[in-house]
């Protein structure tokens, strides 16, 4: 069995918009969300299939709140931040590597991605929040903004 499943998935930009839509979903639709996710987490259905449903349900809050925050970004950017914050929080995590893998993309796009979630709307992520705060109290130190990247480059 491959690191990542091969699931057909369409390239990027094939069921996009080309004007500066805010409705992520005319983008990027359900079921290629659960493409990628059944790609990430092969084998691993009743994984695969919340983390798909949690993050379409993040994605159209995210949209309601700051539709503006979606501008310029690709289907891979959006989704690997989410697997990788969501895949943690249910604790099925996968690195950053094995996201990029699977999404063809790279750890960078992941790490900036999951980065952006975490400062944009913290409240989608209070575990980590207390997490990351919890870290930081340890080591001494108190940053002023707790959803900085200093913050989240210790996730």
Known sequence: MSECANTGLKTLGENGNKSRNNDVLSRLNRIDVLNY??????GQE???QPIASET?????????????????????????????????????AKTQKQIARCLDTNETTVRD??????????????????????????????????HSKQMAKFL
Request: aromatic share 16%.
């Open 37 to 42: 996710a059944s790609k990430i987490w092969e």
């Open 113 to 146: 991605s999951y980065r952006e979630w975490l400062g944009h709307f913290p409240e989608f992520w209070p575990e980590t929040t207390a997490h990351l705060k919890e870290r930081h109290s340890k080591r001494g130190k108190t940053p002023s903004n707790p």
């Open 46 to 48: 009743p994984t695969a």
């Open 56 to 92: 379409v349900r993040i994605i159209n809050e995210a949209n309601e709140k700051a539709p503006s925050f979606f501008w310029g970004k690709s289907r891979k950017w959006i989704l690997s931040g989410l697997f990788y914050l969501l895949g943690r929080r249910i604790g099925m």
